[in-house]
């Protein structure tokens, strides 16, 4: 099983910032890709960034210039500083890795979510 457990959200003011923290833990053999994805009221949930194993990084345009993606390879941890926040910014934020686990037919890469942390930009 892997598991992954966001931390970091909460309430911030417009123009505010914040980091959102998510770690890997589990039974896998590597992990690929990882990033993180959000999910307004009433919206479906949309791509924020992601960041592979190589180190190459994909931003939706709307978090472009305010929010920047790192991760530890050797500590399985991803973050996101979101700065500059926007209220349209709110959402729960969800956390996910593309991890490769053995199975019986061998290795397979496998995509895993976190529950989610949820960020409110509100004045």
């Known amino acids: 099983q892997v598991q992954l457990v966001e931390s970091g959200g909460g309430l911030v003011q417009p123009g505010g910032s914040l980091r959102l923290s998510c770690a890997v833990s589990?039974?896998?053999?590597?992990?690929?890709?990882m990033g993180w994805y959000r999910q307004a009221p009433g919206k479906e949930r949309e791509l924020v960034a992601t960041?592979?194993?190589?180190?190459?990084?994909n931003y939706a345009d709307y978090v472009k210039g305010r929010f920047t993606i790192s991760r530890d390879n050797a500590e399985n941890t991803v973050d996101l500083q979101m700065n500059s926040l926007k209220p349209e910014d709110t959402a729960v934020y969800y956390c996910?890795?593309?991890?490769?686990?053995?199975?019986?037919?061998?290795?397979?890469?496998?995509?895993?979510w976190g529950k989610g942390t949820l960020v409110t930009v509100s004045s």
């Open positions: 589990g039974s896998f053999f590597s992990i690929n890709a």
């Open positions: 996910n890795a593309e991890a490769r686990i053995l199975t019986t037919r061998g290795l397979r890469a496998m995509d895993y």
């Open positions: 960041l592979t194993s190589g180190g190459s990084t």
